[in-house]
């Protein structure tokens, strides 16, 4: 069974714990991130955010947005430079041509390999994964090409609007069992077929009853993810802030919802480990 680490999207602290000149610093974010047990961060490099986050005991993980002409090599060397262990890519945009996905897929993986650097292709909006057709699309081109999987990151709640699930969500999002399996890194928001993101508790304090479907989905991704081949399983509990237009203005704070998220999914998949 693979170990469960968690990080945070450095994004979930815009604006924390208020907009202008009372928003924290990086660093004050960051070690609210360790703080909060967390294992990792993940944000923009070049920015000094990998130093910052190993003075805090944590590993850093890239994000970089790549267009299909951009060159690859060299922003992965950024993230190399500031020691990521993983490397997080929206790659392409909703137009993007076949062809152009599958040639920028390889040229990306091949500099991957090179610099020794884990990166993996979130499934996301305006990208070219944007829906489970050109995923798999995409995946069964790659693989025919190169004889190897192509490496993903899920973030199911984008599959999930553009489909408009209705519950249970687990038999459509997670029909290709060995590929969800294959993962090492996923991206877990809240959502409901209709809404991207919904709230873990309402502004009230009471908690959020969409939030079942939700967890019952999480249940069946653990239970699948406990008998996967790697040794960790890096899930980051994602919850968008007002300002990225995720969160909702009648919503929590977008970082004590991530805070309390993490604890629940590793409540969850502790208590799944200790069943029979």
């Given amino acids: 069974m693979p170990t469960l680490r968690t990080f945070a999207n450095l994004w979930t602290l815009w604006d924390h ?13 960051v070690a609210a991130v360790a703080a909060a047990g967390f ?22 993980i890239a994000f970089l947005r790549l267009d299909v002409t951009d060159d690859v090599t060299n922003a992965l060397a950024r993230c190399a430079a500031e020691q990521a262990i993983g ?16 040639a920028a897929a390889q040229r ?30 995409l995946c069964a081109r790659y693989e025919a090409a190169t004889g190897s999987p192509l490496p993903l990151l899920f973030d199911f709640s984008h599959h999930a609007v553009v489909k408009h699930l209705q519950p249970p969500f687990a038999p459509r999002l997670l029909a290709d069992a060995e590929r969800v399996r294959r993962a090492r890194w996923f991206h877990l928001r809240p959502f409901n ?22 967890l019952a989905f999480v249940d069946a991704l653990f239970a699948l993810l406990h008998t996967a081949p790697q040794a960790e399983c890096w899930v980051c509990p994602e919850i968008g802030p007002v300002r990225g237009g995720y969160g909702l203005a009648a919503f929590p704070p ?21 069943r029979p």
Wanted: include cysteine; charged fraction near 25%.
């Fill in 17 to 29: 714990p208020g907009a202008g000149p009372d928003e924290w610093t990086v660093s004050e974010k």
């Fill in 87 to 102: 490397v997080q890519v929206h790659l392409g945009w909703h137009d993007t041509a076949p062809d152009a996905a599958l």
């Fill in 39 to 60: 294992d990792g961060v993940m944000g923009d490099p070049g920015t000094g955010l990998g130093a910052l986050a190993r003075a805090h005991g944590l590993a850093f």
């Fill in 193 to 214: 077929g209709h809404h991207a993101q919904i709230p873990v508790r309402h502004a009230d304090g009471s908690p959020a009853p969409e939030m079942a479907d939700w």
């Fill in 254 to 274: 977008s970082w004590t919802q991530a805070v309390e998220l993490r604890r629940a999914l590793v409540s969850r998949w502790d208590a799944r480990a200790l």
């Fill in 108 to 137: 990306l993986l091949t500099a991957a390999r090179d610099l020794a650097l884990d990166v993996v292709i979130e499934t996301h909006r305006d990208t070219c994964t944007e829906t489970p057709e050109k995923t798999d699309a």
